[in-house]
């Protein structure tokens, strides 16, 4: 059942198209870390499993640890003292400091990208604003233009026939 729930995580996780790759990579990196803690705490308690001085005895316990340890709290109040015990708390903490850096590179990269799309498209509406304010001075140019001629030639007898 386990493995069923992080198939579909996992597909829903890489499996959209549109998503890019850094959010694609957080949110493997998440996932990661979300079995590695559980894996871990069970580990963490059976490597402490009937060591002197253990308190790492129980799965709640061994959560708990793990969850400090990933995200580098460090309460002091559980902790491993066997070497198999530190090496599962070594591979938590490494994975969790990675799995925090990968999700704040994306969402520094999430911000980064909103702002150059802004200043991307506050760039594209000046150029167009520039092109239709030359194309009606062009336009009024040419009607101006017309009007002289019209003017010109003595045509501007003020019956409206003249339309331009």
Do not use: C
């Amino acid at each position: 059942m386990l493995s069923g729930f992080l198939t579909r995580a996992l597909g829903a996780l890489l499996g959209k198209e549109g998503r890019s790759l850094h959010l694609k990579a957080a949110g493997a990196a998440t996932l990661v870390l979300l079995v590695v803690m559980l894996t871990g705490s069970w580990g963490v308690v059976v490597a402490e499993h009937g060591a002197p001085r253990a308190n790492l005895t129980s799965y709640p316990k061994g959560l708990w640890w793990a969850i400090e340890t990933a995200t580098t709290v460090g309460y002091g109040d559980f902790y491993p003292v066997t070497w198999w015990g530190r090496a599962v708390g070594s591979v938590v903490m490494v994975v969790g400091i990675t799995t925090y850096g990968m999700v704040t590179a994306a969402l520094a990269t999430w911000f980064v990208g909103k702002e150059q799309h802004r200043k991307h498209r506050l760039a594209r509406d000046a150029q167009e604003a520039r092109v239709w304010g030359e194309e009606t001075a062009h336009a009024l140019h040419e009607r101006f233009d017309r009007l002289e001629e019209v003017l010109a030639a003595g045509g501007g007898s003020g019956n409206g026939s003249e339309r331009g």
